[in-house]
């Protein structure tokens, strides 16, 4: 009962912890728009500003509890929002002498960004009924990558500039020595310590909580030992600020702005701008989000929440929202689950809205923006870090892979600094397009005998001998790349050499066809029931699902009936099967075995051959029966049936029955628990009889007897294992080598 009262306690502090860590992450970025929104109208209204980005985290948290699938994506107004409703404050303040007089200007114009945020939440809301969220899964990984690394940029650029000069600059030029505000720089580097070394500076808490105690503790602690000079803090406002806004709100002041067509245009265009970029925004987290817990895209609610919420802020005082694709990302890898956190954020806003002039007049902006940076750092993810330390390590010729991924970030980033964020998506994306045009007008086709190849099966010389003749008529052709109608055609044209070459078996390996069309796939089996009609055995390896469904579909008609025993999986399973009907065939041409004719008394005469066999016993399993060595290793003669040797998993238990699994199979004749006998270690794997399987074992001990009795004849038997466990040895190394084809 302690234990589970126990448990349940940590589970709440975690919670909690990772609940006030979300917030911390969100809260620099938050304040800054607020002081954007607004600020064009004096310093009065950055507070207001403020405070409606607040007032629209509380407000997207609930909508997103009550509403949204992925409860977990980071809400929060944007950089753009905060940018867009600012150019229609300045646009409405310009034009205010053509309007009505009897309004503050200030008002109006502030009320007519609101009602802009209104129509960009209905113009959402109709985005989900078009089911735009869907086209979000055709997104290339890269390019969301480096959504997120640019963001992680941006951010950093962002902050760096209070951190250095104590206040926002918009020009990296403004930054000289002169101007460089120390005290901010060292409280600055306190913050950073729980990235320099998480175990020491972290105490187990998120990052940005430990930022921001050690932020505001260097803080603390500095004012009292040097002169800090002016430093930055928040704004002072409070929540009846808003009444000012929310009290006088009236959707009437609309027909005031009839006058002037191009205004309306502006604004309408403000709306439908700040609509796309929310829900793309959105729609980039909520795929994240999916990945993280394996959710489907299918009847996802989100898009449908985030239109409420920008449809009703507007008249609580609130700006739009939407998902945060960085802060979703770092929240998801430190255990962002379910909707308490949800729940805890908002809390956490609403008593900052509650009692913010309280609180917010003792925290200094360079500690915000120190946070803002940690969390940036953490968003950057594996595939650009790989990237930074190629470059730190001066292995140059390792990017020429990543040529691709680097480009579109480097052009996403310049787009974004000079641009904005929209065109630099536009950018990535139109890369992601050219780089796929590419890759699909490239394919690769390689093509080996048959007989290079064997199951993973272990058979009498004479068998393999008489397998390898035969497959030497047959070819593997490994069809790698894009499976479209250029490509198609020339894939079939070279597959119809082969008709008028001496190969009765084709083996066509679409494993690593990455994509295709329907045209391509209808070329391709046109070319196909060529060989066939020429008699030609034609089977396939496809390991997806998917198309193998749709390769199947268009086989349906005419074609050959049984088509689903022509595709296998995985090469392992075919040549076992083409291997077996070799052997059918050739019966008669085959020496029967006997435990007399076996490769482990090559070279030794009747008399060391019976002295041997007089101290081997004789053991039999069952189907499906574990065979279990005794106490000293000992070697295992396959007289009749057949044994699967499976890799081992933790406590000399199975780790798997499936063929994925199975190392290999050993028949008539075979010598098996070799390893063991000659190192005396505990055997390597698991053996199971898949038939009534008969052996003949010879312990260790025994040996040790022949050696102490006949040490030549000890030396002739260890030779001849030796050369058995040698095979094995190469043919697992060519395994090892075509482990993708197996």
């Not at 080996?448 to 272990?458: Q, V």
Request: glycine share 4%; charged share 20%.
């Amino acid at each position: 009962m302690v234990r589970k009262l126990l448990s349940s306690g940590i589970r709440k502090l975690t919670t909690l912890q990772t609940g006030t860590a979300v917030f911390l992450a969100t809260l620099p970025d938050t304040i800054i728009f607020g002081t954007i929104v607004f600020a064009v109208l004096g310093p009065d209204w950055i507070g207001i500003g403020i405070l409606s980005c607040f007032v629209a985290h509380v407000l997207a948290r609930l909508m997103s509890i009550f509403i949204a699938s992925n409860v977990e994506i980071v809400l929060a107004p944007s950089s753009y929002s905060a940018l867009v409703l600012s150019s229609v404050v300045v646009l409405v303040i310009s034009s205010s002498e053509t309007m009505n007089a009897s309004l503050d200007p200030e008002i109006l114009s502030v009320q007519t960004a609101l009602i802009v945020g209104v129509v960009s939440g209905f113009i959402q809301l109709i985005f989900y009924r078009m089911q735009l969220s869907k086209l979000i899964q055709f997104l290339p990984f890269e390019l969301i990558s480096n959504v997120v690394n640019i963001t992680a940029v941006l951010i950093i650029i962002k902050q760096i500039p209070i951190l250095f000069l104590n206040n926002e600059i918009f020009s990296i030029f403004s930054l000289k020595y002169s101007n460089i505000n120390f005290f901010t720089m060292i409280i600055g580097f306190f913050c950073f310590l729980p990235v320099i070394n998480r175990k020491i500076f972290s105490f187990i808490l998120p990052t940005p909580i430990m930022s921001f105690l050690w932020g505001m503790l260097s803080y603390n602690v500095l004012v009292n030992i040097i002169q800090p000079g002016d430093i930055e803090f928040l704004p002072e406002f409070s929540l009846p600020d808003l009444q000012n806004i929310v009290v006088s709100f009236d959707i009437s002041i609309l027909p005031l702005l009839t006058y002037d067509a191009g205004l309306l245009f502006y604004l309408f265009l403000a709306a439908f701008s700040l609509a796309i970029l929310n829900t793309l925004s959105l729609l980039l987290a909520s795929k994240q989000v999916q990945e993280q817990f394996d959710r489907s895209n299918k009847n996802s609610k989100d898009l449908l929440a985030n239109s409420i919420t920008n449809i009703i802020a507007p008249f609580l005082g609130g700006i739009p929202c939407t998902g945060k694709i960085g802060v979703t990302v770092w929240a998801l890898k430190n255990g962002t689950h379910g909707k308490t956190i949800a729940l805890i954020v908002a809390l956490f806003y609403l008593f900052l809205i509650v009692s913010s002039e309280k609180f917010f007049q003792f925290v200094p902006l360079s500690v915000l923006a120190g946070v803002s940076i940690v969390v940036a750092f953490e968003l950057f993810d594996k595939k650009i870090i790989s990237i930074f330390q190629k470059l730190i390590s001066l292995n140059i010729t390792s990017l020429r892979e990543d040529r691709t991924f680097i480009l579109m970030f480097l052009s996403m980033l310049i787009t974004a600094l000079y641009g904005n964020f929209l065109i630099a998506f536009m950018v990535g994306f139109t890369i992601s397009l050219l780089d796929f045009i590419i890759k699909i007008s490239k394919y690769n086709i390689k093509i080996d005998n048959l007989s290079d190849f064997h199951s993973r099966t272990h058979r009498l010389a004479s068998s393999n001998e008489i397998i390898r003749s035969e497959l030497s008529k047959g070819i593997l052709v490994d069809i790698q790349g894009f499976l479209l109608f250029s490509s198609a055609e020339n894939i079939g044209e070279k597959i119809e050499e082969f008709m008028v070459e001496s190969y009765d078996v084709i083996v066509l390996d679409l494993r690593k066809v990455y994509y295709y069309d329907t045209s391509g796939t209808l070329i391709f089996l046109q070319k196909i029931k060529k060989l066939q009609r020429a008699n030609l055995k034609v089977y396939f390896i496809i390991s997806n699902n998917k198309f193998k469904e749709k390769f199947l579909k268009e086989l349906q008609g005419d074609f050959v009936e049984g088509t689903e025993k022509l595709i296998f999986s995985n090469l392992n399973d075919l040549l076992l099967k083409l291997e077996v009907e070799v052997l059918k065939g050739k019966q008669d041409s085959l020496r029967s075995f006997n435990k007399e004719n076996s490769e482990i008394f090559d070279g030794l005469s009747v008399i060391q051959r019976d002295k041997v066999l007089s101290l081997m016993e004789e053991v039999e399993f069952n189907v499906g029966e574990y065979i279990c060595q005794i106490q000293e290793p000992a070697l295992l003669l396959i007289e009749s049936g057949s044994i699967d040797v499976f890799r081992k998993g933790k406590n000399d238990t199975l780790f798997s029955d499936s063929t994925e699994f199975k190392i290999f199979r050993y028949l008539q004749g075979s010598i098996i628990g070799d390893v063991s006998f000659l190192d005396g270690e505990e055997r390597s794997a698991i053996l199971k009889a898949t038939e009534h399987t008969r052996c003949w074992r010879l312990r260790k001990s025994y040996y040790d007897q022949i050696k102490f009795e006949e040490p030549h004849l000890a030396l002739s038997l260890l030779e001849n294992v030796s050369k058995s466990l040698s095979v094995k040895i190469r043919n697992g190394n060519k395994m090892m080598f075509d482990q993708n084809l197996y």
